[in-house]
C-alpha cells in the first residue's frame, strides 16, 4: 500500500544563492509577505516541524528546500515586504526570490500566501503580476483563516478574489494554527508533485 502523501518528508538544504540548489523533477514553492506563515504552512502540509516559525517578520532569510521523496521538494521563501532591515538586505532578499523563481524548470505552482483578515497587499499583487508575466503558474492561499469570523469569511474570500482577480473558489482558505483546509490543500499539492 502507499504511505499517506509527503510522509517522507525531510529538511534538505538551507541556502542563498539560488543556483547552488539541487534541482528536483517536481517542486512548489511558497511565497508571500513576511510573517504571513509560509513556514507554518510548509510544517503543516508536512505534518512536522521542519521550517523555522516566529512571530518576528524576517524569520527565513535563506531558501530552505524539503523532499518530500527523491523526485519532488516543497521550497520555502524568504518572505517579501519586510520593513526592518538594511535595504541592501532586503533587495538581497527578492533578488533570491527573483532567480530562484526564474531558473526552476520542475516549478509544477508558486503558492502565493495572502493573510486572510488583511487581504492582498500591493507587494501580492504585484508579486501575482510578476508571476503571470513569467509564465508561471501560480495559485492564491489565504493563511490565519481562523482569525477571520465565520461570518466575514464569505467577504473577505471575494474582496481577495477580486483584488487578485480570481474567483473566490480559486483561493485556498487555510489556517495552520487550526488545521483548516490543510488536508485539501496537501491533496492538492501531491496531486501536483505526481505524489498522490
Ligand atoms: N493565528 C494564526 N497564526 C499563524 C498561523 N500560521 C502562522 N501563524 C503565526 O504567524 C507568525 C509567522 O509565521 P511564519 O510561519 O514564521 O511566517 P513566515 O511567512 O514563514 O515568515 P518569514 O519567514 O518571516 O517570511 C508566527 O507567529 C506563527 O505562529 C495560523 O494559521 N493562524
Ligand atoms: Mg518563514
Not at 94 to 102: A, H, N, W
Request: charged share 25%; glycine share 6%.
Amino acid at each position: 500500500m502507499r504511505q499517506a502523501p509527503f510522509s517522507a518528508a525531510a529538511f534538505v538544504v538551507s541556502e542563498s544563492d539560488p543556483a547552488r540548489l539541487p534541482f528536483y523533477a517536481a517542486e512548489i514553492a511558497f511565497v508571500g509577505r513576511s510573517n504571513v506563515g509560509k513556514s507554518s504552512l510548509i510544517n503543516a502540509l508536512l505534518k512536522k516541524d521542519l521550517a523555522k516559525t516566529s512571530g518576528t517578520p524576517g524569520r527565513t532569510r535563506t531558501i530552505n528546500l524539503f523532499s518530500v521523496s527523491p523526485a519532488a521538494a516543497l521550497v520555502d521563501l524568504p518572505g517579501y515586504g519586510f520593513a526592518k532591515g538594511p535595504a541592501e538586505q532586503r533587495a538581497a532578499w527578492s533578488g533570491m526570490i527573483e532567480s530562484y523563481l526564474r531558473r526552476r524548470p520542475g516549478l509544477r505552482r508558486v503558492f502565493v500566501l495572502i493573510d486572510a483578515k488583511v487581504g492582498p497587499t500591493a507587494l501580492d499583487r504585484s508579486m501575482a503580476e510578476w508571476l503571470g508575466a513569467a509564465r508561471l503558474p501560480w495559485s492564491a492561499v489565504a493563511t490565519k483563516a481562523d482569525q477571520v469570523k465565520p461570518s466575514q469569511s464569505a467577504a473577505r474570500r471575494r474582496d481577495a478574489a477580486h483584488a487578485l482577480r480570481l474567483r473566490p473558489d480559486e483561493i485556498a482558505w487555510v489556517s495552520a494554527a487550526e488545521r483548516l483546509g490543510i488536508d485539501a490543500l496537501r491533496a492538492e499539492a501531491a496531486k501536483l508533485l505526481g505524489e498522490a
